[in-house]
């Protein structure tokens, strides 16, 4: 059979499928391990998985649909999410299997892989995107990878208000410093350092949301002992001042609905290719 006659085979079965129907079979029935969503160019919930809404801790699909990430996670952590939404809506490309890691209150990690494709209207134009995110602990196989670098991780979440120096970091790895730096960056797209600038920041936008800190205290506290440099960062990396970032985000509601993913540290998920 020739390609043509293949895409006519594909569109005109498309054409007698009942879309929705065929999509919430596919959603149903994806493996336990994945969580599957789908979002507005407002970044709105419109369809989500079952494996996800009751990971969230919600009843059913309904009570997730129309909202926001920003009413389901920590506000840091959602506005992390929604830079990567408007990223791919605004740039009509696909973010592919970026690495993301949490640390959960018992003081494990956990480690993820999320897909963010761009989904187009007849006419071309972006009007969402739909998700996959691959829960790798609970793919033993799929995690392998990553389980040298566990220690490492939980090292920098736990102590990144302190200084770390990269060769304590290889040691708790078991390699020498360069194959050490080598294997990390193979694994996250950033070296060891960037990665721990990332946590620090990221721990510093939960102070900022979550206490009333002064500014200085909170870059002491998450491991930025120079104020100026700290503010830079900071400005270079969120694209507004850390008093700014106080201001627009520590009043957005935190609804605690019970999901999983809230009730974890709220640790961001540093930016694998310098988000």
Known sequence: MSNVNNHE?????????????LIDLILEHVPGNI???I???????????????????????????GLTDFSLFPSSQAEAYRQDDNRVIASGEAMVEKLEVMSTSGGLVDWYRTTKIPL???AGSVIGLIGITHD????????????????VVRHIMSNYGKEIEPSELAALAGMPLQRFTRRFKQEFQVTPARYLAAVRLN?????LTGSDKSILTVSQEAGFHDHSFFTKQFVKQKGMTPKEYRRAFRDVPDT?????????????LPDPKPR
């Open 9 to 21: 085979l594909r569109r005109s079965f498309l054409a007698k499928a009942r879309k929705e129907e």
């Open 35 to 37: 969580y599957v969503f």
């Open 39 to 65: 979002k507005d160019a407002e970044s709105r919930l419109v369809m989500i998985n079952r494996n996800f809404w009751k990971k969230l801790g919600m009843k059913d699909e309904q009570s997730v649909i």
């Open 120 to 122: 187009r209207d007849d």
């Open 136 to 151: 790798l602990r609970s793919a033993n196989s799929d995690l392998q990878p990553y389980r040298a670098l566990e220690p």
């Open 203 to 207: 721990a510093a936008c939960r102070l």
């Open 256 to 268: 605690g609905l019970g999901n999983l993913v809230a009730r974890k540290s709220g640790r961001d």
